[in-house]
């Protein structure tokens, strides 16, 4: 998985943190110490994606383009990482002993299927858990982040 998935879910989280504020790209990086133009193109690929919307101007940045509800975990990783599964069946029993060249080694093959299952699970997991989930969780876990978010952002260089 892309490092970037991390990088992009830690930002939304914090931008849950400021609604309404558009937060640059700099400042988004600067609180974790990333690299800006790595970061910044994940945060595009969010904004594409219809996740985020960039605002241009002197108050310019990225915002959530979405109630935090309504952005699960996978449209985070399907943004970044594209929506090919992770594991991908090459049919390589088709040239192995006693293969078929006519068989469609993806269904039957035992590996196929775990990793088919595998990846729905996975999937269904991050399919079902918000941005406002995880804000949630670090809220209880941290009472003081959104507030401790907010005084960071106020104070990172634009």
């Known amino acids: 998985m892309n490092e970037g998935v991390e990088w992009a879910m830690h930002s939304c989280v914090n931008l849950s943190f400021v609604p309404g504020e558009a937060v640059t790209a700099k400042r988004l990086a600067a609180f974790y110490d ?4 790595y970061l910044n193109k ?19 940045g990225f915002q959530l383009a979405r109630d935090p509800r309504d952005i699960s975990l996978l449209d985070i990783v399907v943004a ?6 992770a594991f991908r069946c090459t049919e390589i029993l088709k040239d192995g002993p006693g293969g078929d060249a006519r068989v469609d080694y993806t269904r039957i093959c035992i590996i ?7 990846e729905l699970t996975y999937r269904r997991e991050l399919a079902g858990r918000s941005i406002a989930d995880i804000a949630a969780e670090v809220v209880r876990l941290h009472p003081n982040a959104p507030d401790n978010a907010r005084h960071r952002f106020a104070n990172l260089k634009s």
């Open 112 to 118: 196929s299927q775990a990793m088919r299952g595998a």
């Open 80 to 85: 970044i990482d594209g929506p090919d599964d």
């Open 34 to 37: 990333l690299p800006t133009a």
């Open 42 to 60: 994940q945060l595009q690929a969010l904004t594409r994606a219809g996740i985020l919307t960039s605002v241009s101007g002197p108050k310019g």
